[in-house]
């Protein structure tokens, strides 16, 4: 049966070194090898290793003939020639792969596995010695450049294990914090940062197996789940926190602005204030929400103390008229001391103390200083009194002899306070010192009578 006749393919462009030529370079001859027409010369070469042996073709390889295909037409052995180049070039293509082009060791593997039966049972007719020479160069490259990929690719995928395995350590240590240690805000948009660094990782760094991937992605899922589960728990804890001291503190401002309305001034500012020791028992509140209570609250504290104030000073402008009496009476008071006749004094002193009461009430600021005057004279009084009952009782003379060094030690105190105030020139300082120097100079005299 006659043999098809194989299709032409492209061989080597002319001009192109020979498989014998090239199988003694060491380098790339050439970058990429084009395919171009076959020229008559590299057929005829070709055809030399070739014969027809009855209907067969035969190629011979050293010392051994071996029959490539059968004999067709006139010129059966071109074909077969022009079949070598298109093998010839396909090795060169492979070799030229090797540094121009990223292969895989699958590509590497198919393409040394289509071209190495065709040089073991060759059906072209060429040097198939030289050819095969050649290709052994190129197979040891690509066997070298395979194991390189390998060993690159292996390493690109402990590389890519451990960033994965650094991710999920990052998102792991997140997931772990004590609860008063997250920052709830940060750590999350963390997490978010994480997975996108995940994908990315997926998308360009090295394979990793599949069975690591799998438990690694268990893992950080696992560590974004648990956070996320704690999130969302502290946050309805959060909620439910604010609203009771919302409520609370909702509870504490309709009590404030109710007193706001009061006008029993001293136990309402005591109401006040157990109100404000409550609101900071509270607690804190979303921020706006205290914010907002917090100023309705602040509102109704001061509508009442400004009504307070508003009628003290009113009560005080209209009792100024009465510091007058209430005052001429202290100092008719104190013109009794020093005691000489304590019965006269006595009832004096009853008098004046009538005519201090019916002066009447005196603003607040008077009260103190009016009272603590009126009540010096009223002590040196009693004072001496009790001088009187007890004028033959060594004892007393002994403790009215204390008593008189420690009036004579705080005279030189007050005598001191006074000469400072004189110097600072304040008034009210002045008028305290010399009231105060007064009453025990006042106190003095009456001792050392008893003592005497």
């Known amino acids: 049966m006659t043999a098809p006749k194989p299709t032409p393919k492209p061989g080597p462009r002319p ?3 020979s498989p014998a030529v090239l199988a003694k370079q060491a380098t790339h001859p050439v970058k990429v090898p084009v395919v171009a027409e076959v020229s008559d ?4 070469a070709a055809k030399k290793f070739g014969s027809v042996d009855g209907d067969a073709v035969v190629v011979t390889i050293g010392e051994e003939k071996v029959t490539v295909g059968e004999a067709a037409g006139d010129d059966p052995l071109t074909p077969f020639a022009k079949a070598y180049y298109e093998l010839a070039a396909s090795v060169e293509r492979f070799h030229a792969r090797l540094s121009s082009a990223e292969l895989s060791p699958k590509d590497i593997d198919d393409s040394l ?3 190495a039966p065709q040089l073991e049972t060759p059906a072209v007719v060429g040097d198939i010695a030289a050819l095969r020479e050649r290709f052994e160069m ?3 490259e690509a066997l070298e450049a395979r194991e390189k990929i390998q060993a690159e690719r292996e390493a690109a995928r402990v590389e890519a294990l451990a960033a994965r395995e650094q991710i999920v350590a990052a998102a792991e240590a997140i997931a772990a914090k004590p609860e008063a240690q997250v ?6 948009a963390e997490l978010r940062s994480l997975l996108d660094t995940w994908k990315e990782a997926q998308r360009s760094n090295a394979r990793i197996p599949k069975d690591a991937e799998r438990e690694l992605w268990k893992r950080f899922t696992t560590a974004r789940s648990g956070f ?3 999130r969302k728990h502290h946050f309805a804890q959060l909620d439910k926190d604010n609203a009771d001291v919302a409520g609370r503190k909702e509870e504490l401002v309709a009590q404030a602005e109710r007193l706001a309305q009061s006008t029993d001034w001293d136990r309402t500012a005591r109401a006040f204030k157990d109100l404000m020791g409550e609101w900071k028992r509270a607690g804190r509140g979303r921020r706006s929400v205290d914010d907002a209570l917090w100023k309705r609250f602040q509102t109704a504290q001061d509508s009442f103390f400004d009504a307070r104030r508003a009628e003290s000073e009113a009560e005080d402008e209209a009792l100024a008229g009465n510091v007058e009496g209430k005052e001429a009476a202290v100092v008719e008071a104190e013109a009794l001391l020093p005691i000489k006749d304590l019965e006269n004094t006595k009832r004096q002193l009853r008098a004046i103390q009538d005519r201090f ?3 009447g009430r005196v603003p607040r600021a008077d009260v103190a200083r009016l009272n603590k005057r009126m009540g010096a004279v009223e002590k040196a009084v009693r004072d001496a009194e009790d001088a009187q009952w007890n004028s033959r009782n060594p ?3 002994r403790r009215a002899t204390g008593a008189a060094a420690q009036l004579e030690a705080a005279i030189a105190d007050l005598e001191k306070d006074l000469e400072a105030a004189k110097e600072s020139g304040d008034k009210r300082k002045i008028k305290e010192a010399e009231e105060a120097l007064s009453a025990r100079r006042a106190w003095l005299e009456q001792i050392q009578g008893v003592v005497s």
Request: glycine fraction near 8%; aromatic fraction near 4%; hydrophobic fraction near 30%.
């Open 15 to 17: 001009g192109a070194p």
């Open 41 to 44: 010369e590299q057929i005829e």
């Open 113 to 115: 596995g289509s071209i």
């Open 138 to 140: 190129v197979q040891k």
């Open 183 to 188: 920052h709830w805000k940060n750590d999350t």
């Open 228 to 230: 996320e589960k704690a």
């Open 357 to 359: 009461e019916d002066a």
């Open 395 to 397: 004892e007393i003379e």
